[in-house]
Every structure is written in structure tokens, then in C-alpha cells.
């Protein structure tokens, strides 16, 4: 097998009806070179099981032996990459076939250090199609415009492996915005972002029982959590700290009119 040219990091987490697909989708690639590297983040089942009859020397299967979220399981199999480039798909969601053919020649640029698309969005509650709508704006890799909100969905990003681990990869002190926090360390550390303007990948809405920022609550005050986080390291940078103002009126607002509405 020739040396990959991108390692596909994939944490999983009882993911057993979606990562056969998202697996294979890695797989069917044009560019056939990449490893793809699982990490079973505790399930019950292993995940492994769902994946016992892809015979694929790219595939490889790491396993935690209890749960520890999602940034820990991105960071192990960072750890294991073989490749200069890392790219994240997470166990339900797909990539098109020149999804790589299409963003890997974006490095040729030794400035980018990260490359995102767009998206098409299954089952989005109201009818969003694509996950970016005003392409003319991108790539967002800038402070403070880039501290606004999160400008890509992590199904289409891939980056420079060494850019990853020089910044410390994923905060594992997060719960659902690990990759967010990556993007603003990298463009902290001064790295360029490119975009390509095609629905490349495809990304499931959250729903009960699988995708980790279903919960609307835990999911706003681990934004939070983030952003003071970020402000702590690097209080001079434009943005956070105007996020994390914001956050905490909206937070406080909302315990006096009685929290986040109960999902059913």
C-alpha cells in the first residue's frame, strides 16, 4: 500500500447503523491513497462489529476502552496519522467521491493550512439545503469575523497535520465545539484557510440519539466554555472576548425566564 496522502480521523461512538456508510465513503474516494482511522470512543457493542466484513488494509479500527467524548477520540487518532494532511468525517455523516480530489490541491498553497466546502444538509428542520448560503464571504479565517460563529461544518475540513499538532490538537476540555476551537488556534497561529464552493459533503442534522449538539443547553454553555477559554489564552485577539459578553447576558436571560425549552 503507497503512503497515504491524508489520514481520515473518525471518532465513533455507538454509531453502528451510520459509520458502515461513512467508512465506505472514505473508501470510494478518487484519490485512493488515505488511511482511515476509527476510534471506537467506548460503544457497547465495539464498533468494530459493524465493520467486521470491510476487508480494507486503509482501514484501521483504535478503540477507548470507556467513553471519553469525542475531542479525546479525535486526538488519538491524530496521534496515529501517517500523513501530512488529517481529515475529520464523523461517523454519520458522508463525503462525495472527489470530495479529497477536490480540497487536497488547495495545499499546494503552503499559507493554507486548512481547507473547507460546503454541505448538504439530511434533515435539517427547516428545509436548509446547504450549510453555507452566502458563499461570497468565504474563506473566514480572520479575527474577529472568524469569532462570529463556526464557518464550516467539520465533515468538510481538512488540515496540515503538523499545523494541528504545533497548536495542541482538540481541546478535550470541550464537549461539541472541539473543532471550532481548533479552527481559531490556527488562525491565531496565522495559517490561511481556503474554500471550495461545491456541496462536497453531506452532513446529518442532530437528532435524538445520535449527533452530540442535539441538546440545545449543554450545547450553548460548552460555546461558552470555549470562547473563555480561548480568551484566557489570547485576551488581545479581536472577538472572543465580545462572544463571551454576549454568551453570558444571553445565559443569564435565559435562567431568569427559566432555562432552554425541554426537547421532546
Keep these: ?4 496522502r491524508t489520514t481520515v480521523i473518525m471518532p465513533a461512538y455507538n454509531a453502528h447503523g451510520t459509520i458502515r456508510a461513512s467508512v465506505e465513503s472514505a473508501l ?31 482501514l484501521r479500527v483504535l478503540r477507548h476502552p470507556r467513553n471519553r467524548m469525542a ?24 463525503w462525495e467521491r472527489d470530495y479529497l480530489e477536490s480540497v487536497l490541491p488547495e495545499f499546494e498553497d503552503p499559507r493554507v493550512g486548512l ?28 479575527f474577529p469575523k472568524i469569532a462570529e460563529q463556526n464557518p464550516m461544518a467539520a465533515v468538510t475540513v481538512t488540515m496540515r497535520t503538523d499545523a494541528v499538532r504545533a497548536v495542541g490538537g482538540y481541546a478535550e476540555w470541550v464537549w461539541v465545539c472541539d473543532d471550532y476551537h481548533l479552527y481559531l ?15 462536497l459533503a453531506v452532513y446529518r442534522w442532530p437528532e435524538p440519539g445520535r449527533g452530540q449538539s442535539y441538546d440545545e443547553g449543554p450545547r450553548e454553555r460548552d460555546v461558552l466554555k470555549m470562547y473563555a477559554g480561548f480568551v484566557l489564552r489570547h485576551p488581545l485577539t479581536p472577538g472572543p472576548r465580545r462572544q463571551v459578553r ?7 436571560r435565559r435562567l431568569r425566564e427559566g432555562g432552554f425549552p425541554r426537547r421532546r
Excluded: C
Excluded at 488556534?185 to 456541496?199: E, I, N, Q, S
Excluded at 454576549?246 to 443569564?252: D, G, M, N, P, S
Design 1 to 4: 500500500m503507497s503512503e497515504p
Design 28 to 58: 470510494a474516494q478518487t484519490v485512493p491513497d488515505l488511511e482511515v482511522i476509527v476510534v471506537d470512543d467506548g460503544s457497547d457493542p465495539p464498533i468494530a462489529d459493524a465493520l467486521a466484513d470491510v476487508r480494507d488494509p486503509r
Design 71 to 94: 475531542p479525546a477520540a479525535r486526538n488519538t487518532a491524530l496521534a496515529a496519522a501517517r500523513s501530512p494532511f488529517v481529515s475529520q468525517l464523523d461517523s454519520d455523516d458522508l
Design 115 to 142: 481547507v473547507y466546502t460546503n454541505a448538504r444538509i439530511l434533515g435539517h428542520p427547516h428545509g436548509q439545503e446547504v450549510t453555507i448560503t452566502v458563499p461570497d464571504v468565504h474563506p473566514i479565517d480572520t
Design 185 to 199: 488556534k490556527l488562525a491565531h497561529a496565522g495559517w490561511r484557510f481556503a474554500y471550495v464552493d461545491r456541496p
Design 246 to 252: 454576549a454568551r453570558v447576558k444571553q445565559e443569564l
